[in-house]
Nanobody, 122 residues
């Protein structure tokens, strides 16, 4: 089994910063990509940013220049530093990881965290 646990959400004023963390644990053999999606009320879940195990990153256009994704492979942890937050950045942020487990199938599958809420006041 694999669990992903997010932390770091909260309430922040527009223009402020937050740092989200997500740690994967369990019977992990290896992790390929890790990343963050978000979902605002009434909207579809959208990619925020992701990062491969060799450090290649990908960002949504709406967050480029403001958010920075990073990971610590030794800790199976992914971070996103969110600066210059806007009210439209608010929503639930979900972490995901592409994981191959030790005792499971010999391919990667996606695992998801339960989400952490980000609220941005204007």
């Amino acid at each position: 089994q694999v669990q992903l646990v997010e932390s770091g959400g909260g309430l922040v004023q527009a223009g402020g910063s937050l740092r989200l963390s997500c740690t994967a644990s369990g019977t992990i053999s290896s992790i390929k990509a890790m990343g963050w999606y978000r979902q605002a009320p009434g909207k579809q879940r959208e990619l925020v940013a992701d990062i491969t195990n060799d450090g290649s990153t990908n960002y949504a256009d709406s967050v480029k220049g403001r958010f920075t994704i990073s990971r610590d492979n030794a800790k199976n942890t992914v971070y996103v530093q969110m600066n210059s937050l806007k009210p439209e950045d608010a929503g639930f942020y979900y972490c995901y990881a592409q994981v191959m487990t030790i005792y499971g199938d010999p391919w990667y599958r996606d695992y998801w965290g339960r989400g952490t809420q980000v609220t941005v006041s204007s």
